[in-house]
């Protein structure tokens, strides 16, 4: 499994191990971000968010 970066006015996160763990009891989720569709090793992608709001 991957470990997801989260990175907020230019501070960063990685999220994994015990972190992982507590999430993954929840069914339900949120995901922003693109989704990049390459196998090709030296490909990378930037996402940047002006704004973004999640409610439930």
Do not use: C
């Not at 997801?4 to 922003?32: C, H, M, Q, T």
Request: glycine letters at 6%; proline letters at 2%; zero cysteines.
């Amino acid at each position: 499994m991957s470990q997801p970066l989260i990175r907020i006015n230019n501070e960063s996160k990685v999220f994994g191990g015990a972190d992982l763990k507590k999430w993954n009891v929840f069914e339900n989720y949120f995901k922003a971000g693109n989704y990049f569709q390459t196998h090709d090793s030296a490909a990378y992608a930037n996402v940047k968010y002006y704004a973004l709001e999640v409610s439930h």
